[in-house]
Every structure is written in C-alpha cells, then in structure tokens.
C-alpha cells in the first residue's frame, strides 16, 4: 500500500474553541461565521475559520469546534490571535458586519 500514511493523534495540536456571550453564557459555535489568525513572533501564520459548512484548519465533532494546527506550523515564542467574527448586518456587503480584536494568546512555542 504505497502513498498511504496514516495520520495519528499526536501529529497536530487540537484545541477546543469555545464562544460566550459578555455574561459568560455559551453560544452555538456551529453557526459562528469567524476567521481566527494565530501568529508567532517570528511572522509564522495559520487561519482557523468557519462561514456556514466551509471549515478551514478546524472541524465539528461531538458538539464540539474543535481548531488543528499541523505539525511545524509556528517557530518560536507567544502566538497572538487576531479575532474576527462576523455578525448579520443588512447595511454591509454580504450582508455580514466584521469586527474584532488582536491579543496574546497563552500558548508558547519553544
């Protein structure tokens, strides 16, 4: 069986993404429309997003978003992310308002 590589659990990181609402309630994370961008210091990046069924870098199992990055995908140091969700707004192309904010995540690469 040549050209078959399996892939196992420990090839990438896994994290669950969880939405709350400004008193802390959860939100359904399946029908969030977001593009997260996660950043090292040395200029490494990878988006995790989700418009409707179009999933990039994350899936939905279990009732649970669940965000991947691959193997090597940062250097070094503190990721940032820079968040950007999208809310219904009529007033906006596609019918979506964007808005958002960039902080420093808790994950170190070494």
Partial sequence: MTGMHEKYSWE?????????DSQGNPLDAENMVFRFIYRDEA?????????GDERVNCVFRDGKL????????????IL????????EDPD???GY??????????IKII
């Fill in 12 to 20: 990438g990181i896994k994290f669950e993404i969880v939405f709350e």
């Fill in 97 to 106: 308002c964007p808005y958002g904010k960039q902080e420093a995540t808790n």
């Fill in 80 to 87: 940032t992310v820079e968040r950007r969700f999208c809310r």
């Fill in 66 to 77: 669940i965000g991947i990055f691959e193997p090597n995908t940062f250097r070094r140091g």
């Fill in 92 to 94: 906006f192309e596609k």
């Fill in 43 to 51: 200029g490494q990046s990878c988006v995790i997003s989700q418009s």
